[in-house]
C-alpha cells in the first residue's frame, strides 16, 4: 500500500544536539511538507518542498533544516539552535498544484521529540 | 491572509447524539477548506473537503460539512455518534503565498469525546 513512513517514532535529544527525522513517501508525490504539533496549536508549517532540489521556508524555519535529493524523502534536521523543539513532528505530501487545485495532504504517523 | 477558527476545543456528545464541530475561516479569495480527525499518536486524516460545486460535501464514516460563504463557516456534522469518534478533529484552508503553491493552515483543533 502506498503511504507515508516517519522514523523513528520516538526520539531523544540532548541539548547541543542535531538530530534527523525521516520522511519517506511512495505515492509519487511531487510536494512534501514538515509541520510541529504542539498541545492547543494546530499544527504549523516548518518547511515545503514542491520538486526535488527545492524547497521553502514556512512559518517556524528558524532551528529546522531539510534537504530534497529524491522525490521519495524529504528528512527534517533539529539544530541546537532550536531552543524548544520537543513536540510532535508530522510529515505530508500532496500531488503537485499543476495536477488540480484542492489536492489533500497526506500524513505519516508522526516523531515524537524530548529533550533528556 | 488567511485563517481558521475552530469553536471549543473540547466537545462531549453521548454516543448516538449528533456531532457538531464549529469552524470559521477568513480568506481573500474563494477558500479550499478541509476536515481531518487524528487519533492519539498518529498523523492526520483527511475526513472531507470543499473545493468547488455543491456546498454539502460527504466524507468518510458518515461525517458531512455544509460549506456557507454567507457566513464563512464550514462546520462538520455527524446525525449519530459511535465511541470510535472519539478523536481530535482539525478544520483546515488552502492558502496561496504569492509564487508558492497552496499550503493550509490548520485550526487549533477540536477534541471529541464520546460518552457511553
Known amino acids: 500500500d502506498g503511504g507515508i513512513t516517519q522514523s523513528p517514532k520516538y526520539l531523544f535529544r540532548k541539548e547541543g544536539q542535531n538530530v534527523t527525522l525521516s520522511c519517506e513517501q511512495n505515492l509519487n508525490h511531487d510536494a512534501m511538507y514538515w509541520y510541529r504539533q504542539d498541545p492547543g496549536q494546530g499544527l504549523r508549517l516548518i518547511y515545503y518542498?514542491?520538486?526535488?532540489?527545492?524547497?521553502q521556508k514556512g512559518d517556524i524555519a528558524e532551528g529546522y533544516s531539510v534537504s530534497r535529493e529524491k522525490k521519495e524523502s524529504f528528512p527534517l534536521t533539529v539544530t541546537s539552535a532550536q531552543k524548544n523543539p520537543t513536540a510532535f513532528y508530522l510529515c505530508a505530501s500532496s500531488m503537485s498544484q499543476g495536477q488540480g487545485f484542492g489536492q489533500p495532504q497526506h500524513f505519516g504517523d508522526g516523531t515524537r521529540l524530548s529533550i533528556l | 491572509a488567511q485563517s481558521v477558527t475552530q469553536l471549543g476545543s473540547h466537545v462531549s456528545v453521548s454516543e448516538g447524539a449528533l456531532v457538531l464541530l464549529r469552524c470559521n475561516y477568513s480568506s481573500s479569495v474563494p477558500p479550499y477548506l478541509f476536515w481531518y480527525v487524528q487519533y492519539p499518536n498518529q498523523g492526520l486524516q483527511l475526513l472531507l473537503k470543499?473545493?468547488?460545486?455543491?456546498?454539502l460535501v460527504k466524507g468518510i464514516n458518515g461525517f458531512e460539512a455544509e460549506f456557507k460563504k454567507s457566513e464563512t463557516s464550514f462546520h462538520l456534522t455527524k446525525p449519530s455518534a459511535h465511541m470510535s469518534d472519539a478523536a481530535e478533529y482539525f478544520c483546515a484552508v488552502s492558502r496561496r503565498p504569492s509564487g508558492s503553491a497552496r499550503q493550509l493552515t490548520f485550526g487549533s483543533g477540536t477534541q471529541l469525546t464520546v460518552l457511553p
Open positions: 518542498s514542491q520538486i526535488v532540489n527545492d524547497f
Open positions: 470543499y473545493t468547488t460545486g455543491a456546498t
